[in-house]
C-alpha cells in the first residue's frame, strides 16, 4: 500500500530543479489522466481529486470538471480531435473544396514593380 505524501510511489516521476542554490525544488510528480498536466503529488493532496474510473490522481482543475462532465481521459480527447479531422477532410473531399475547378489556369507574374 502506497501512501500519498511519501517519496518515491510507485509509477510517479521525480522532479528535481537544483539550477541554483534558493531556488531547489524537489517533488514526487504524476501527470493528469484528463489533461497531461504534471501534478507534484505533495501540493495534489490538498488540491486534487481522484477518477475512479481511470483509478489515477487528476489535478484540481479536471476534478472540478469532472463533477460535471465525468471522466474525460486525455486519450479519449484526442481521438475526439482524430475523428473530428478526418470527417472534416471527408466533407472537403466530397464536397470539391481540396481539388481546383476543371479550367482552372494559375495566373503567372513575369515582373514585379510599377512595370506591369
Known amino acids: 500500500m502506497h501512501i500519498i505524501k511519501t517519496p518515491h510511489r510507485h509509477n510517479a516521476g521525480y522532479l528535481l530543479n537544483n539550477q541554483n542554490a534558493r531556488n531547489k525544488q524537489e517533488a514526487d510528480i504524476q501527470c ?3 489533461c497531461e498536466t504534471v501534478i507534484q503529488m505533495q501540493k495534489w493532496s490538498e488540491d486534487g481529486g481522484w477518477c475512479g474510473r481511470c483509478n489515477a490522481p487528476i489535478c484540481g ?3 472540478d470538471r469532472m463533477l460535471t462532465y465525468g471522466c474525460e481521459p486525455f486519450i ?3 481521438e475526439a480531435a482524430h475523428d473530428m479531422s478526418v470527417k ?3 466533407f472537403r473531399k466530397l464536397a470539391g473544396l481540396d481539388a481546383p475547378p476543371a479550367d482552372y489556369q494559375p495566373k503567372i ?4 514593380g510599377a512595370n506591369l
Open 32 to 34: 493528469c489522466t484528463h
Open 61 to 63: 482543475p479536471c476534478a
Open 76 to 78: 479519449k480527447k484526442l
Open 88 to 90: 472534416l477532410s471527408q
Open 109 to 112: 507574374l513575369v515582373g514585379v
